[in-house]
């Protein structure tokens, strides 16, 4: 099951809703999807997918190939695969602190596509900078060479709950606008409706599209 163009308008459909009318961006999270449902994807007019990991990315970008594509990592990134990174990915969505915004920002040639992430939900297990040091990781972030900071991301409470996640959602939008960031990236399958009514405008989501992975 590959459901691109169905999501695409269960998203507008929700926007006009709400009476949102700008654009939002769906990032398709492949990990843990084979290749050819990637392919089939594509050719529903999917361009953004997301990665977790440095290695599976690894394996899966050169196999689809497509120059049009736009990939992201999304999910925690290690100092020591920085290097790497920077060859696969357009978009890194999980800088959560100095030490990785310096190790891009040493290895890059060129500019770099970069959000802050943000531990909205203040869950111990879950990656991002806490709230109140968020706006002093972006000042920092924006002074590094060749990282160009579009926006912030968080990933919502578990289990989804309205209150919490928006509460989470809607703190993420005023760091954003406190600090004139234009993307926020907020929502997955459980919870994107939620992120879209605190103002998310880039959501990722996997299930959603891919159904459950094996």
Known sequence: MVRCREFAA????????????????VVAVSKGVEVDRILRAYEEGCRHFGE????????????VGKPDVVWHLIGHLQRNKANKAIRLFNVIQ??????????????????????????????????????????????????????????VMTVGPYPVEERRSRRAFALLREIAERNGL????????EDWRYALLEGANVLRIGRGIFGSRK
């Open 94 to 151: 999980s800088i959560d602190r100095r030490e990785i915004a310096e190790a891009l920002s040493k290895r890059l040639t060129h500019p770099l596509e970069v959000f802050v992430e943000v531990n909205t939900s203040g869950e111990p297990q879950k990656h991002g900078v806490k709230p109140e040091e968020a706006d002093s990781l972006i000042s920092y972030v924006r002074g590094l060479p060749n990282l160009n900071l579009v926006g």
């Open 10 to 25: 269960e998203v507008r459909e929700f926007l006009d809703r709400i009476g949102r009318k700008d654009e939002v961006l």
């Open 52 to 63: 977790n990991r440095v290695q599976e990315a690894a394996q899966k970008v050169p196999l």
């Open 182 to 189: 234009p993307k926020i990236s907020a929502g997955m399958t």
